[in-house]
C-alpha cells in the first residue's frame, strides 16, 4: 500500500522516523511531503530514512505555499476561528496563547472578532458556527488535491495539523473529495491545546494517552469512536538507553569536578522564554548563596533550546563559576551523538531545572527529579498543556518563589528517590499507558494497517465538527 504523509518540515522525523521504518519494512511505500523548509535547516534525520528504505520517498523541500485566492481564504478563516477558540472557559488566562493567534488573523477579521458582543460566551459560539460554515462551502485547493491525485495513495496522515490557519486541512478535505482514507497523528504532548483546531473529520486521530483522547473531543470535537490511545512513540526509544561513560568522564569533558553534585538547566523555545539567560544567571546566584553546600557548590550544566541558542554561546555565562553551557548553541538531537550527549546530560544529573519544556518529560522518563522555575506564569500555570505536569498524576515540583525553588532542589539532591513514585504513575499514566509489547510505534503501524482496511469516512469535502464552545 501507498501512504502519503504530509508533515510541517523534516525536523518532524525525528518523533516519526521509528514509525516509517517500521512502515517500510511491512512493505508499505511510504511518500513524505513537507509543508516548508526545516528551521534548523538540517537534513539528516530526512537522509537517513530514505537512505535505509528505499521505498520511503519525498517531494522536493520548496518554499512556503504561494498564495491562491481560494487557499488564501481558507487560511483566513481558520486563522480566525483559530483565535475565536481562545475565547472559551478552558482558555481564560491563556493570555499568551490568544495573543499569538491574534497575530496570525486578518485584517479584515481581526477589528470584528475584538468586538465586546463577538468576545461574549454567545458570541464566541454563534461566530465559530459562521466561521465553520464559511470554512465547509470553500472547496479543497486544487494544487493540493491533484498532488494527492499524481501520488494516488491508500491512505494521507498528517502532522501537526494544529499549526494556526493550517494549510494541511486542505489535505484532509481533498480526501474526502476522492475517497481516501485520513489520519492525524498529534505531534507533541502540547498540541491539542497551544495551537489551533483540527478544522476536518478524520477517520482517526492518534493520540499518545487519555489526557490527549479527552482533549480531541472536548477541545477539538473529534469524533470520540476516531480516536486511538497508543502511548507516546517519540520517547518510547529513551527506555532502553544507557549512559555512554561513567560521570566521571562526562564531567571531565565539560570540565567540571565530578565529586559534586550536578544540576541541568534545560532551556525552552522562545516563544516560553523569550529572554532567559538574564534569569538563568540569577538562578544560578541564588544557587550559590543557598544555605545547602550541595546546591550552592553544585555542577550547573546549561542546554540551549536548539531553536533559541543564539544567546548561548560558550563564553554565555563565564563569569559564574561552576558553570557549563552544554552544547554551545544548543542541538538538535537527530543521530546517535547528539542524542547520546542529550541522554547523558540528563541520566547524570541530579535534578533537571526549567521552565516548560519537553525535556522534563524525559526526565520523568530517565526518573531524575524534574522543577520548574518560578518567575514565568505566563509560559505555565496559564498554559493548559503544562498543568498536565503538576496535577494529580503530575511529576514536576513547582514554586511560588526563588527561595521556595532552592529549598525544593535541597531535597531533591538530599532524597532522589522521594518523587519516584510520582515520576512512575506519570511515565505509565502520560507515556505508556499500555506498556509492554506491541510498542507505541508498532501500535501506529498496526492502526495505519487497519486504516487501509477501512472505509474511508464520506460526508460533504470540508465538513468537520465544531469545537465544543461552551456557555
Same mark, same amino acid.
Given at each position: 500500500?501507498?501512504?502519503?504523509?504530509?508533515?510541517?518540515?523534516?525536523?518532524?522525523?525525528? #518523533?516519526?522516523?521509528?514509525? &516509517?521504518?517500521?512502515?517500510?519494512?511491512?512493505?508499505?511505500?511510504?511518500?513524505?511531503?513537507?509543508?516548508?523548509? *526545516?528551521?534548523?535547516?538540517?537534513?539528516?534525520?530526512?537522509?537517513? %530514512?530514505? #537512505? *535505509?528504505?528505499? #521505498?520511503?520517498?519525498?517531494?522536493?523541500?520548496?518554499?512556503?505555499?504561494?498564495?491562491? /485566492?481560494?487557499?488564501?481564504?481558507?487560511?483566513?478563516?481558520?486563522?480566525?476561528? *483559530?483565535?475565536?477558540?481562545?475565547?472559551?472557559?478552558?482558555?481564560? *488566562?491563556?493570555?499568551?496563547?490568544?495573543?499569538?493567534?491574534?497575530?496570525?488573523v486578518p485584517s479584515i477579521f481581526s477589528g470584528f472578532l475584538k468586538l465586546p458582543a463577538v468576545r461574549s460566551s454567545a458570541g464566541v459560539a454563534l461566530v465559530s458556527r459562521l466561521l465553520n460554515l464559511i470554512e465547509r462551502a470553500i472547496p479543497a485547493d486544487q494544487s493540493i488535491a491533484d498532488l494527492i491525485a499524481e501520488?494516488? @495513495?491508500?491512505?494521507?496522515?498528517?502532522?501537526?495539523?494544529?499549526?494556526?490557519?493550517?494549510?494541511?486541512?486542505?489535505?484532509?478535505?481533498?480526501?474526502?473529495?476522492?475517497?481516501?482514507?485520513?489520519?492525524?497523528?498529534? +505531534?507533541?504532548?502540547?498540541?491539542?491545546?497551544?495551537?489551533?483546531?483540527?478544522?476536518?473529520?478524520?477517520?482517526?486521530?492518534?493520540?499518545?494517552?487519555?489526557?490527549?483522547?479527552?482533549?480531541?473531543?472536548?477541545?477539538?470535537?473529534?469524533? @470520540?469512536?476516531?480516536?486511538?490511545?497508543?502511548?507516546?512513540?517519540?520517547?518510547?526509544?529513551?527506555?532502553?538507553?544507557?549512559?555512554?561513560?561513567?560521570?566521571?568522564?562526562?564531567?571531565?569533558?565539560?570540565?567540571?569536578?565530578?565529586?559534586?553534585?550536578? &544540576?541541568?538547566?534545560?532551556?525552552?523555545?522562545?516563544?516560553?522564554?523569550?529572554?532567559?539567560?538574564?534569569? %538563568?544567571?540569577?538562578? %544560578?546566584?541564588?544557587?550559590?548563596?543557598?544555605?545547602?553546600?550541595?546546591?550552592?557548590t553544585a555542577n550547573i550544566v546549561v542546554r540551549p533550546h536548539p531553536l533559541n541558542g543564539d544567546e548561548w554561546g560558550a563564553g554565555s555565562l563565564a563569569d559564574l563559576p561552576g558553570v557549563a553551557v552544554f552544547p554551545p548553541g544548543g542541538a538538535e538531537p537527530v543521530d546517535d551523538a547528539s542524542r547520546t550527549d542529550y /541522554?547523558?546530560?540528563?541520566? +547524570?544529573?541530579?535534578?533537571?531545572?526549567?521552565?516548560?519544556?519537553?525535556?522534563?518529560?524525559?526526565?520523568?522518563? &530517565?526518573?531524575?527529579?524534574?522543577?520548574?522555575?518560578?518567575?514565568?506564569?505566563?509560559?505555565?500555570?496559564?498554559?493548559?498543556?503544562?498543568?498536565?505536569? %503538576?496535577?494529580?498524576?503530575?511529576?514536576?515540583?513547582?514554586?511560588?518563589?526563588?527561595?521556595?525553588?532552592?529549598?525544593?532542589?535541597?531535597?531533591?539532591?538530599?532524597?532522589p528517590e522521594r518523587g519516584a513514585a510520582a515520576r512512575r504513575r506519570f511515565v505509565e499514566s502520560f507515556i505508556r499507558p499500555a506498556a509492554g509489547a506491541p510498542s507505541p510505534a508498532e501500535r501506529v503501524v498496526e492502526l495505519v494497517d487497519e486504516l487501509l482496511d477501512s472505509p474511508p469516512v464520506t460526508g460533504p469535502a470540508?465538513?468537520?465538527?465544531?469545537?465544543?464552545?461552551?456557555?
Amino acid at each position: 500500500m501507498k501512504i502519503l504523509f504530509s508533515m510541517r518540515h523534516s525536523g518532524a522525523l525525528r #518523533n516519526y522516523s521509528s514509525t &516509517i521504518g517500521e512502515l517500510a519494512r511491512r512493505g508499505h511505500h511510504v511518500h513524505l511531503v513537507f509543508m516548508m523548509t *526545516d528551521k534548523l535547516g538540517d537534513g539528516r534525520l530526512l537522509w537517513e %530514512v530514505t #537512505n *535505509d528504505h528505499a #521505498n520511503v520517498t519525498f517531494s522536493e523541500i520548496g518554499k512556503k505555499t504561494p498564495w491562491r /485566492f481560494w487557499l488564501g481564504l481558507a487560511r483566513g478563516v481558520r486563522s480566525a476561528t *483559530d483565535y475565536v477558540r481562545y475565547g472559551t472557559p478552558e482558555f481564560k *488566562d491563556a493570555h499568551a496563547l490568544r495573543e499569538r493567534a491574534a497575530e496570525r488573523v486578518p485584517s479584515i477579521f481581526s477589528g470584528f472578532l475584538k468586538l465586546p458582543a463577538v468576545r461574549s460566551s454567545a458570541g464566541v459560539a454563534l461566530v465559530s458556527r459562521l466561521l465553520n460554515l464559511i470554512e465547509r462551502a470553500i472547496p479543497a485547493d486544487q494544487s493540493i488535491a491533484d498532488l494527492i491525485a499524481e501520488q494516488s @495513495p491508500d491512505a494521507v496522515l498528517v502532522t501537526p495539523l494544529v499549526d494556526i490557519g493550517s494549510d494541511q486541512v486542505e489535505y484532509i478535505k481533498a480526501c474526502q473529495t476522492l475517497g481516501i482514507r485520513s489520519a492525524l497523528c498529534v +505531534h507533541s504532548w502540547d498540541n491539542l491545546t497551544n495551537k489551533g483546531l483540527m478544522h476536518a473529520r478524520l477517520d482517526r486521530v492518534v493520540v499518545w494517552n487519555e489526557a490527549q483522547r479527552s482533549e480531541a473531543v472536548d477541545l477539538q470535537g473529534a469524533a @470520540p469512536d476516531s480516536i486511538v490511545v497508543t502511548g507516546a512513540w517519540p520517547y518510547e526509544h529513551w527506555h532502553g538507553w544507557r549512559p555512554s561513560g561513567s560521570r566521571a568522564e562526562f564531567f571531565g569533558r565539560l570540565g567540571l569536578p565530578a565529586e559534586r553534585a550536578m &544540576i541541568l538547566y534545560v532551556c525552552s523555545s522562545r516563544f516560553i522564554a523569550e529572554h532567559e539567560r538574564p534569569v %538563568v544567571a540569577r538562578w %544560578v546566584r541564588a544557587l550559590r548563596s543557598a544555605a545547602d553546600e550541595r546546591v550552592a557548590t553544585a555542577n550547573i550544566v546549561v542546554r540551549p533550546h536548539p531553536l533559541n541558542g543564539d544567546e548561548w554561546g560558550a563564553g554565555s555565562l563565564a563569569d559564574l563559576p561552576g558553570v557549563a553551557v552544554f552544547p554551545p548553541g544548543g542541538a538538535e538531537p537527530v543521530d546517535d551523538a547528539s542524542r547520546t550527549d542529550y /541522554f547523558d546530560s540528563i541520566s +547524570h544529573a541530579d535534578a533537571v531545572v526549567g521552565v516548560n519544556t519537553s525535556a522534563l518529560i524525559e526526565s520523568a522518563i &530517565i526518573d531524575r527529579p524534574a522543577l520548574a522555575l518560578p518567575d514565568f506564569r505566563s509560559s505555565q500555570e496559564e498554559l493548559p498543556h503544562f498543568r498536565l505536569l %503538576v496535577g494529580e498524576l503530575g511529576m514536576l515540583a513547582v514554586s511560588a518563589s526563588l527561595g521556595e525553588h532552592v529549598a525544593q532542589l535541597s531535597v531533591a539532591l538530599a532524597d532522589p528517590e522521594r518523587g519516584a513514585a510520582a515520576r512512575r504513575r506519570f511515565v505509565e499514566s502520560f507515556i505508556r499507558p499500555a506498556a509492554g509489547a506491541p510498542s507505541p510505534a508498532e501500535r501506529v503501524v498496526e492502526l495505519v494497517d487497519e486504516l487501509l482496511d477501512s472505509p474511508p469516512v464520506t460526508g460533504p469535502a470540508g465538513a468537520h465538527p465544531r469545537a465544543r464552545m461552551h456557555a
